[in-house]
């Protein structure tokens, strides 16, 4: 199953090295990454995706529990939360293909963000799954390059990840 785990960290030289040097030894993979200062200058918050049934997921996050640099994490996917990804992407398009390009954007709720005569650069935001449904409406072969952010997310109402 995939989890998000987010992690308050301190923002330090070395401090994501430790993290992603702990997934290395112990054979874990990391689907995803994204990492940022918060509001406080000292603490970055650090939100990974990965498989794993719940022993293998309670394993990463004790180990994660034992780095001096981690000061708190949580994982999402336990309780309600919002998450989003990020997507550039370039379509190929020409004559009809334009309005047809348009309107998916449209449909899909994104924005070009530049334009020249045969491609469009396009920005997207939702979840993995809506990045790949706009990815896969695309006529074939008309997806010249995508660029995505990974996942970031927080949980809903009230409740925070601070100290």
């Known amino acids: 199953m995939r989890h998000i785990i987010s992690v308050l960290m301190e923002n330090e030289p070395g401090a994501l090295s430790r993290v992603v040097g702990l997934f290395s030894q112990r054979n874990y993979n990391i689907d995803s990454l994204t990492v940022a200062p918060t509001d406080e200058s000292s603490l970055s918050r650090l939100t990974l995706t990965t498989e794993g049934d719940d022993a293998k997921i309670e394993q990463i996050t004790k180990h994660l529990n034992k780095l001096v640099d981690v ?27 334009r309005e047809e390009v348009q309107r998916l954007v ?19 935001v939702g979840t993995g ?35």
């Open 71 to 97: 000061v708190k994490l949580v994982d999402l996917t336990d309780g309600a939360h919002i998450e989003r990804e990020l997507m550039l992407v370039k379509v190929k398009a020409s004559g009809s293909q």
């Open 106 to 124: 449209e449909i899909f709720r994104g924005q070009i963000v530049d334009l020249t005569a045969n491609v469009f650069s396009i920005q997207l």
């Open 129 to 163: 799954d809506k990045l790949d449904a706009f990815v896969s409406a695309q006529a074939e072969g008309a997806v010249i390059e995508v660029a995505r952010t990974g996942v970031t997310g927080v949980s809903r109402g009230e409740k925070v990840l601070n100290l």
